[in-house]
Nanobody, 123 residues
Framework: VHLVESAGGSVQSGGSLRLSCTAS????????MGWFRHAPGKDREFVSA???????ISANPVKGRFTISPDNAKNTLYLQMNSMKPKGTPIYYC??????????????????WGQGTQVTVSS
């Protein structure tokens, strides 16, 4: 299983950015996929996840601002981030393989990970 995130980038506070994650060697629709982020000096943080049935969950800090969505035909998962807030320089990771149904917000439930991509939001 190979997950490849798109390049991150820099955006000003209040701006938008979209990340993508393309999966190969993975049956996209069977399990949960999600996004996590890891800022220096902090624990890995759940952002959002989507089940094979399309049910999404998001962490409270990003609800209403971030949207997770799949493109099944392209085996690609997106994270649209709007109204972004300065949160240091976290690395965003795509993750896959958690049991479907209710998608766990725990990183340990996801056996497959991308290499990560850095996002910087400047104030």
């Amino acid at each position: 299983v190979h997950l490849v995130e798109s390049a991150g980038g820099s955006v000003q506070s209040g701006g938008s950015l979209r990340l993508s994650c393309t999966a190969s060697g993975y049956t996209y629709r069977r399990n949960c996929m999600g996004w996590f982020r890891h800022a220096p000096g902090k624990d890995r943080e759940f952002v959002s996840a989507i089940s094979s049935g399309g049910t999404t969950i998001s962490a409270n800090p990003v609800k209403g601002r971030f949207t997770i969505s799949p493109d099944n035909a392209k085996n690609t998962l997106y994270l649209q981030m709007n109204s972004m807030k300065p949160k240091g320089t976290p690395i965003y990771y795509c993750a896959a393989g958690a049991p479907s149904g209710y998608c766990s917000p725990s990183w340990s439930a996801y056996p497959y990970w991308g290499q990560g991509t850095q996002v910087t939001v400047s104030s």
